[in-house]
């Protein structure tokens, strides 16, 4: 996989910037795909594209309270990645946008932590979120809301997606 290009149009015209990483915030889910029989295949090829150099890591303070919960298996993965990863640490705009998300009902109380993580990847300016929580996460009806509340609160919008779904795939 190779780093992505930009094309930028300007009146008409088409200019090509120099090649920018796609800066992908992973959740929990993400590191725990690495053993689950399910998501293990898509999970380790995303972390080998981010090994080669394909994407910028960006995982949180979050992630990695939530992994350290985890088997050792998952921490070692996590600890592996830590070199390479920028971490995003959880600030009052984080805290805020989260907030704002559970207000709107996108997420109730009980799982605002994956609005955090939601948050945690706007506020960073990531290009997009990787996840495998359909639940609250990667879900249809919600990346809408999400976006809609961010837009409502002059953040950016931020693309949602599985790691199955940002995989190269060679057929």
Known sequence: MTAPIIILYTYGMTSISKSKL???????????????????????????????????LITSELV???????????IDIFDEFLVIAEIVEIT???????????????VSEKYATDAMHVALATVSNADLIVSWNFKHIV??????????????????????YSPLEVIENED
């Open 22 to 56: 796609i800066r992908v915030y992973a959740d929990t889910s993400v590191f725990g795909g690495m053993f689950d029989e399910e998501f293990e295949t898509a999970s380790k090829a995303l972390f080998d594209a981010i090994r080669k150099g394909s994407f910028r």
């Open 139 to 160: 879900n249809f009806q919600k990346i809408p809301l999400y976006n809609a509340v961010n837009t409502l609160n002059k953040f950016e919008k931020i693309a949602i």
């Open 64 to 74: 990695r309270e939530e992994v350290q919960a985890g088997p050792k298996k998952v």
């Open 92 to 106: 009052d705009s984080v805290l805020q946008l989260q907030e704002s998300y559970v207000q709107a009902g996108i």
